[in-house]
């Protein structure tokens, strides 16, 4: 495919960036792989996360950026040409960015704004792809966890009502059908042994009636709340094997580094960012609001992201670099599982290594 290269100026839009905040997006692409380039200046400080999006209304969440107390950002993501960020959006097809507030649903302040040319009404059109599809089924899940605080009494009088409702149904079809097919119906039930008309010859008696009415209804249920999980699950593992993927392309593009000299347990350790820690979904409310982790990363320019053999899919390991104190184990404490050294030798010394904490995603 040919290059391409996109520049967005960003201009203020709220009180949420300073009067004078200013910055720049520029897209990339060569082949199949595209990055976006994000440089800021002069914002508040905060957490924010960048957002592209089409006149039709296609949008992509790009990912986090995080503002220091120097009001800058400067750093990159890296893309996939026709699928930015996952959301099936072609960076061609971008014809605005955003800077906004952490996204919930539908819910978010704009800082600041770009264009590829002139400005559009964009913000109550968006549709974020794979959100887009998985929305129906968040909201089926979010119907469960209602019915699940159904008390007992509420659920028997649901059930009740339903079983009402099939009943005048049952009798409704009944009433119409041929009599030769009221006759066939009438053989699959033997009749009373003290019937006395014509009619309870017909009709099962009713506790019969009610019997297979309930049958009917539960296995409704029960299939209508199987569909219900089968879809809820099958969005989820599709979201989580492409966070896999990313997470396994970024250990198989880095290598591999021996800080620990074969320290047991073993396991692959490679260098990462906080950036990159967003990029690959494991940057939590936990690492971002905590100062001390951010503080670490700044000092030291990188953290570790290790995974061992055993570990599930699901279990990776941050290493934050530090040298060992009291001071700072005070600081740590509750956060970390404990400090590992580089070197064995100097344990419970003053000494170089990394507090490790697990990351379940």
């Known amino acids: 495919m040919n290059y391409f290269r996109q520049f967005f100026t960003l201009a203020t839009e709220s009180t949420l960036g300073r009067r004078n905040a200013t910055g720049r997006v520029v897209l990339e692409a060569r082949g199949d792989s595209a990055k976006a380039t994000v440089f800021l200046q002069d914002a508040n400080e905060g957490a924010y996360r960048l957002l592209a999006f089409a006149q ?16 800058g950002f400067d750093g990159k993501f890296e893309l996939e ?12 097809a971008i014809d605005g960015v955003a800077i906004t507030t952490p996204k919930d649903g539908a819910n978010f302040d704009v800082v600041l704004t770009g264009f590829k040319s002139e400005a559009f009404v964009w913000r109550n059109n968006l549709r974020f792809g794979i959100e887009k599809d998985v929305a129906e089924v968040v909201e089926v899940s979010e119907a469960i966890t209602e019915i699940s605080e159904i008390t007992i009494e509420e659920t028997e009088e649901i059930i009740d009502e339903v079983i009402e409702e099939i009943k005048e149904i ?53 299939e209508d709340i199987a569909e219900i999980f089968l879809t809820t699950e099958t969005a989820e593992n599709t979201e989580n094997n492409a966070q896999y993927e990313r997470i396994n392309n970024f250990f198989a593009g880095r290598n591999a580094v021996d800080v620990f ?74 956060v ?8 064995p030798e100097a344990a419970n010394q003053s000494g170089h290594g990394y507090w490790i904490k697990e990351l379940t995603i």
Not at 81 to 92: M, S
């Open 261 to 334: 000299k074969n320290q047991e347990p073993a396991a692959e350790w490679v260098a990462a960012s906080l950036v990159d820690l967003q990029n690959l979904g494991l940057y939590t409310n936990e690492i971002s609001q905590n100062d001390f982790i951010t503080n670490k990363a700044r000092q030291y320019r990188h953290v570790l992201l290790g995974r061992t053999a055993e570990n599930p899919l699901n279990k990776y390991i941050l290493g934050v670099p530090d040298i060992f104190t009291q001071d700072q184990t005070v600081m740590a404490q509750g």
């Open 170 to 222: 049952i009798e409704g079809i009944v009433e119409e059908l041929p009599e030769t097919i009221i006759e066939i119906a009438a053989e699959e039930v033997p009749p009373p042994v003290y019937a006395e008309t014509v009619f309870e010859h017909i009709h099962p008696a009713p506790e019969i009636i009610e019997e297979i009415v309930e049958e009917i209804a539960e296995e409704a249920i029960q």
């Open 56 to 71: 039709n209304g296609a949008a992509a969440d790009i990912g986090a950026i995080i503002i220091g107390k120097n009001g």
């Open 81 to 92: 040409r026709n699928n930015i960020a996952g959301f099936g959006l072609q960076i061609e």
């Open 336 to 343: 970390f599982d404990m400090f590992k050294y580089c070197n």
